[in-house]
């Protein structure tokens, strides 16, 4: 049978073909059809009121296989359909323009399942889906092909796969979608590939994630998210009711830039691995640079993404020259070498440091704010006008700094002076004792006037003449004021005091404390000398 429909100014053949199956007491018909509008027969039956969700025309065929009692046994379809309207079923609620589509599957009577062997849309260039529980957001999508079972007479969709087309990257996806009751519970898992790190927004709402979106926007750019896994679970109970009850993912960046803590210098080219939750969100960063340092490993942790504050922790292995570490750390909010009084660009040497920065994510952070920790080991180190106003060089030195203060030790040559070196710096303003000095060295007799400026009594060659080995333990007070103890070796030294008449000759032992009185650099008053 073959008939000619008109409708909305459409004319749709449809050719129908029969036939009984005698073996297997089975009706068989079939139907060829084209240029066919279902939403044109929605107005002809209440019952056919859903078919006017598709505004598309179609043409392919239809198999249907009747047992004698009226049960379908099967339905053999195959369709394409050209440009028009089709309107989504929850939890996608909404209308969708198409390019072209196509559809293949069987439908099961025994087990009531219709296998969708294969579904395709065609968007176009400028195709987009509404995201659902997004405030409008849509994401672009240019086509779409799926896999998918129905089943439970409508309330269980398995969906096997759905590969999209978003523009320029691609996502796949699978998961289930059942209804029971009022609600609409859906389980996913899905893949994103390469997605440039300046246009994430386009494939995030806001909505999903405010707090995690919104710094992730703010402090990620460039570079770009070469794939994103993630499975998540959703309870729907109205198109503006989705709550999200499991949610976990990983990401693998490259090249991206990372504001990690304004105004200081953004991290560059990193690359690493990203992992998520509805609490936290990690970078695992393998490789990067800041500042003209390089970074060779280390985490970034966004946390606390279900609570009212989040904080981020940083945990980075630095290395580069000691200039560009002292450089990077005096940058504000931290402002750390300027607390040490160290210049930068009188610093020389190289790095291997060990960063932790903690802090709540808000603007306009101040030291204060920051919970700063960090350990380097440094080699060849020179610093100009570090002590005494004498610069160091030859450092081989360990430094840890944390927002209460700074240690460092180690060998290093003060001027001229090798020996070795435990600096202490106090941060806290209120503490008694502000800095301490414990070098140890031996100290000729043109160092103890070129170096320190000992030139008077009980110093100077008349009084003592040749080496000395040297425990000098110096503090500077808040006030200003400062006190230095020294242990002093003689054995190697000639000790004369004429006033006494005695003398010591080089070789024999001796030992000697003196304590000096300073104000700034300048000294004062000499308290105590003892000679043993």
Same mark, same amino acid.
């Given at each position: 049978?073959?008939?000619?429909?008109?409708?909305?100014?459409?004319?749709?053949?449809?050719?129908?073909?029969?036939?009984?199956?005698?073996? *297997?007491?089975?009706?068989?018909?079939?139907?060829?059809?084209?240029?066919?509008?279902?939403?044109?027969?929605?107005? %002809?039956?209440?019952?056919?009121?859903?078919?006017?969700?598709?505004?598309?025309?179609?043409?392919?065929?239809?198999?249907?296989?009747?047992? %004698?009692?009226?049960?379908v046994e099967a339905v053999d379809f195959e369709v394409k359909g050209g440009a028009g309207r089709i309107d989504l079923p929850a939890p996608l609620t909404q209308s969708i323009d198409v390019v072209g589509l196509s559809a293949k599957g069987l439908y099961r009577g025994a087990d009531d399942v219709l296998a969708l062997e294969q579904l395709a849309f065609d968007l176009?260039?400028?195709?987009?889906?509404?995201?659902?529980?997004?405030?409008?957001?849509? &994401?672009?999508?240019?086509?779409?092909? *799926?896999?998918?079972?129905?089943?439970?007479?409508?309330?269980?969709?398995?969906?096997?796969?759905?590969?999209?087309?978003?523009?320029?990257?691609?996502?796949?996806?699978?998961?289930?979608?059942?209804?029971?009751?009022?609600?609409?519970?859906?389980?996913?898992?899905?893949?994103?590939?390469?997605?440039?790190?300046?246009?994430?927004g386009r494939y995030w709402p806001a909505a999903w994630g405010t707090d995690a979106h919104t710094w992730v926007m703010a402090n990620l750019s460039a570079g770009r998210v070469v794939e994103a896994r993630a499975s998540a679970e959703a309870v729907v109970r109205g198109a503006d009711d989705v709550s999200i009850i499991g949610l976990a993912g990983d990401m693998r960046?490259? +090249?991206?830039?990372?504001?990690?803590?304004?105004?200081?210098?953004?991290?560059?080219? &990193?690359?690493?691995?990203?992992?998520?939750?509805?609490?936290?969100?990690?970078?695992?960063?393998?490789?990067?640079?800041? *500042? +003209?340092?390089?970074?060779?490993?280390?985490?970034?942790?966004?946390?606390?993404?279900?609570?009212?504050?989040?904080?981020?922790?940083?945990?980075?292995?630095?290395?580069?020259?000691?200039?560009?570490?002292?450089?990077?750390?005096?940058?504000?909010?931290?402002?750390?070498?300027?607390?040490?009084?160290?210049?930068?660009?009188?610093?020389?040497?190289?790095?291997?440091?060990?960063?932790?920065?903690?802090?709540?994510?808000?603007?306009?952070?101040?030291?204060?704010?920051?919970?700063?920790?960090?350990?380097?080991?440094?080699?060849?180190?020179?610093?100009?006008?570090?002590?005494?106003?004498?610069?160091?060089?030859?450092?081989?030195?360990?430094?840890?700094?944390?927002?209460?203060?700074?240690?460092?030790?180690?060998?290093?040559?003060?001027?001229?002076?090798? +020996?070795?070196?435990?600096?202490?710096?106090?941060?806290?303003?209120?503490?008694?004792?502000?800095?301490?000095?414990?070098?140890?060295?031996?100290?000729?007799?043109?160092?103890?006037?070129?170096?320190?400026?000992?030139?008077?009594?009980?110093?100077?060659?008349?009084?003592?003449?040749?080496?000395?080995?040297?425990? &000098?333990?110096?503090?500077?007070?808040?006030?200003?004021?400062?006190?230095?103890?020294a242990k002093l070796d003689l054995s190697q030294a000639r000790l004369a005091l004429p006033p006494m008449d005695w003398s010591k000759p080089a070789g024999s032992a001796g030992s000697a404390e003196v304590e000096l009185a300073l104000q700034g650099e300048r000294v004062t008053g000499i308290p105590s000398f003892t000679v043993a």
């Amino acid at each position: 049978i073959s008939l000619d429909l008109e409708g909305d100014k459409r004319l749709t053949r449809v050719v129908l073909l029969g036939g009984y199956q005698r073996d *297997a007491d089975r009706l068989d018909f079939g139907v060829q059809f084209s240029d066919l509008v279902p939403a044109t027969f929605a107005r %002809l039956s209440p019952r056919l009121a859903a078919l006017a969700g598709a505004a598309v025309p179609l043409g392919g065929r239809l198999l249907v296989s009747l047992n %004698l009692d009226g049960g379908v046994e099967a339905v053999d379809f195959e369709v394409k359909g050209g440009a028009g309207r089709i309107d989504l079923p929850a939890p996608l609620t909404q209308s969708i323009d198409v390019v072209g589509l196509s559809a293949k599957g069987l439908y099961r009577g025994a087990d009531d399942v219709l296998a969708l062997e294969q579904l395709a849309f065609d968007l176009g260039e400028g195709g987009s889906l509404l995201l659902p529980a997004s405030d409008g957001h849509r &994401v672009p999508l240019r086509a779409l092909t *799926a896999r998918a079972n129905l089943a439970e007479n409508g309330d269980h969709l398995e969906v096997v796969s759905v590969e999209a087309d978003l523009g320029g990257p691609t996502a796949t996806l699978s998961g289930d979608i059942r209804r029971d009751g009022d609600e609409i519970r859906i389980r996913a898992e899905g893949t994103l590939r390469e997605v440039p790190a300046d246009e994430a927004g386009r494939y995030w709402p806001a909505a999903w994630g405010t707090d995690a979106h919104t710094w992730v926007m703010a402090n990620l750019s460039a570079g770009r998210v070469v794939e994103a896994r993630a499975s998540a679970e959703a309870v729907v109970r109205g198109a503006d009711d989705v709550s999200i009850i499991g949610l976990a993912g990983d990401m693998r960046l490259e +090249g991206m830039t990372v504001d990690y803590l304004s105004p200081m210098p953004k991290a560059v080219r &990193v690359d690493g691995t990203a992992t998520f939750n509805r609490h936290r969100f990690d970078i695992a960063v393998s490789r990067g640079e800041v *500042a +003209g340092l390089t970074t060779s490993g280390g985490h970034l942790s966004f946390t606390g993404l279900d609570e009212a504050d989040q904080y981020l922790e940083i945990d980075l292995a630095i290395q580069g020259p000691v200039k560009r570490a002292v450089q990077l750390i005096d940058r504000k909010p931290l402002q750390l070498a300027s607390k040490i009084n160290i210049d930068p660009n009188q610093s020389s040497g190289n790095a291997n440091t060990r960063l932790k920065l903690r802090f709540i994510v808000e603007k306009d952070l101040t030291i204060d704010q920051v919970a700063v920790s960090a350990t380097s080991r440094m080699r060849k180190v020179a610093v100009a006008n570090a002590i005494l106003g004498r610069g160091i060089s030859n450092g081989d030195l360990d430094l840890s700094i944390d927002n209460k203060g700074m240690v460092v030790s180690g060998n290093v040559s003060l001027g001229t002076i090798p +020996g070795t070196l435990e600096w202490r710096r106090n941060f806290d303003d209120k503490a008694p004792v502000s800095a301490l000095y414990v070098l140890r060295g031996t100290v000729d007799n043109r160092q103890r006037e070129e170096e320190f400026g000992l030139t008077f009594a009980p110093f100077s060659p008349d009084f003592i003449d040749g080496p000395i080995g040297a425990e &000098v333990r110096w503090e500077i007070l808040a006030s200003g004021q400062g006190r230095m103890h020294a242990k002093l070796d003689l054995s190697q030294a000639r000790l004369a005091l004429p006033p006494m008449d005695w003398s010591k000759p080089a070789g024999s032992a001796g030992s000697a404390e003196v304590e000096l009185a300073l104000q700034g650099e300048r000294v004062t008053g000499i308290p105590s000398f003892t000679v043993a």
